[in-house]
């Protein structure tokens, strides 16, 4: 028998969770992003923890919870965003940002989690991603604290290539659409952005899942090998999807 991941509660689900912790967080702005788990989060009131997100949601919404708090202390993410909050607090030195670029950071969680400790790509080749000298930490006066290191370069085929690492975390936090007791998972449109990718980085991947029901093999997208706890969430909390902006004409 395959073993039942369904727990009863989302303090059950962040069971473990503790001050420094690393996590993997699924989603892209508001799109997909794992809401009763990051309110659980901040609920338990862990600080100085390392996020490995696409972004750090917006002002208010999504990780911006845990960012206003004061709770996070280093973030890897492809970019700032439009998070005033973010913002201030990387000019200001209150927080250490590593900024990668998107297919690398998307890459550098699937090999994590696939066993794959780097790669080499040519994203970044000639910039300062490769030669180092991005900001990591800036000092209050405004001046750079802490710079990012070069990072190795090889040539395969006449083309450059620079050496990036995989990622692993503590655990992460995703949402799904739909998943079953064994934690397979499927997710819907947008939402399968960063989501698989960030489940395959944690030690402890927890999954909050809108519905909880049989899968046919041929619709997971992630197998059940890479989540250990399932969070089944209410209708009430399945349907509330914060929307970043709203277009009209």
């Known amino acids: 028998m395959r073993r039942d991941k369904v727990v009863a509660t989302a303090a ?7 001050d420094g912790a690393s996590f993997a967080v ?3 702005g508001l799109s997909g992003i794992p809401n009763v788990l990051i309110q659980a989060l901040y609920e338990t009131g862990v600080t100085g923890v390392s996020v490995v997100s696409n972004n750090c949601g917006v002002d208010g919404g999504g990780l911006g919870l845990l960012l206003a708090a004061r709770r996070i202390a280093r973030v890897t993410a492809s970019y700032i965003g439009e998070n005033k909050e973010f913002a201030r607090q990387y000019l200001a030195g209150d927080i250490e940002v590593e900024l990668t670029p998107q297919g690398s950071l998307a ?3 699937r090999a994590g989690g696939s066993g794959i400790p780097a790669f080499y790509t ?5 910039t300062p991603v490769a030669d180092g000298g991005l900001p990591l930490r800036h000092a209050p006066d405004g001046s750079v604290a802490v710079a990012s290191p070069p990072k190795e370069v090889r040539e395969f085929d006449g083309r450059s290539y620079v050496l990036e690492r995989g990622i692993t975390t503590d655990f992460a936090l995703v949402r799904a659409a739909k998943g079953d007791r064994h934690g397979n ?3 819907s449109k947008a939402a399968r952005n960063f989501n698989p990718l960030a ?9 909050e899942v809108e519905e909880l029901t049989e899968l046919d093999p041929d619709e997971v997208h992630l197998p059940g090998v890479f989540v250990q706890r399932v969070l ?4 009430e909390q399945a349907a509330d999807k914060a929307i970043e902006k709203r277009t009209t004409s």
């Not at 059950?12 to 503790?18: I, K, P, R, S, T």
């Not at 040519?122 to 000639?126: E, L, M, R, S, W």
């Open 122 to 126: 040519p994203a970044g080749v000639g």
């Open 107 to 109: 890459e550098r969680l």
């Open 232 to 235: 089944v969430l209410t209708p």
């Open 199 to 207: 489940a395959m980085a944690g030690r402890v991947t927890v999954a």
């Open 12 to 18: 059950d689900a962040l069971a473990g969770v503790g």
């Open 26 to 28: 699924g989603g892209f």
């Open 185 to 187: 998972l499927v997710f």
